[in-house]
DNA sequence: TTTGTTGTAACCATTGACATTATAACATGA
DNA sequence: TCATGTTATAATGTCAATGGTTACAACAAA
């Protein structure tokens, strides 16, 4: 199991639209082309992210904006924009367990809380992370580039 | 995206070795019972958590003994054992970003850091938890229902 | 040698990820 | 208004993974 390109897609479209903005417009066809994928790809991830509020993107005329400061998208606001986590879940059960057994029929109160402590691990740490961290490291690797 | 069942499954499997042991022979189809799902998908990660060797399986008669204690098997070694994670990266990326891109070509190394911590946030508590925790959990549950 | 069990191969159905083409909707500048 | 460039979305296709099922070989013990 991974957590689907899409993620990482979605910070790599973020990193662009904070690096390009001045210097050209980034359009869906750009991105496709720095990330080496089809603009029809970028464009889903997109609506995700608009859908989410993050971002707008202007129809005809192409462009990105964000809704917020980099300071305040965390990366798990955008894995959550984009990750389809049924029920808010990153755990699956097998349906219908079988009642008449004492494990069955327990198997969820078992360890529905531990697997949520598992859960939000994962997510506390991705709240630590902001687009603006991003900003910074890709300057850094920039800057570290021309040396 | 979700984590497959497998590993819920897997959990399920050690609490009903444990709960039924001095009972009953526990096996591929009094567990395929409890579950409700076929007696081939438990061979399938019965074989898996012995590859991992955290337990034999007798085959002939039937039976099945964990290698360790329970409080040395955590929620982290079956998860590792079950989940057939590419590389050991939960987090994919997409293939052959753009190198003629500055931030293309420097996408990983922008991300790569982050992404393992968020990854080590999970796993570090998947590794607070050991199979003991399960044998009280459940035998609590089992004391409750006959309140 | 019979019985009960595990090990595994060979399928099948369903779903999701990712890709691709085509076309409609839309905004802007000429 | 119209041409142009862009986004939005539907329709399709391919591929891999999940979960299921049947069948049968391998094996251990009574």
New interface residues.
Partial sequence: ?????R???A??IF??VD??KDQRKVTSDFLA?????NPVIIRKILTQLKNAGLITVARGTGGISLTKELSDIT?YDVYEAI????NG??????????PE????R??H???DD??K???R??E???KR?TLL??RS??AD??AK?TE
């Fill in positions: 199991m991974q957590i689907s390109s993620f990482t897609i910070l790599h990193t662009c690096v390009f082309g720095s990330i080496n994928t990366f990750e389809p986590v049924e879940d990153l755990f699956h059960f097998h349906e219908s367990p079988n057994c004492p494990v069955g327990n198997i109160a078992l360890l531990r697997l402590a598992i859960q691990a994962m506390d740490e991705m992370y961290d991003l490291g890709i690797l920039l580039e």
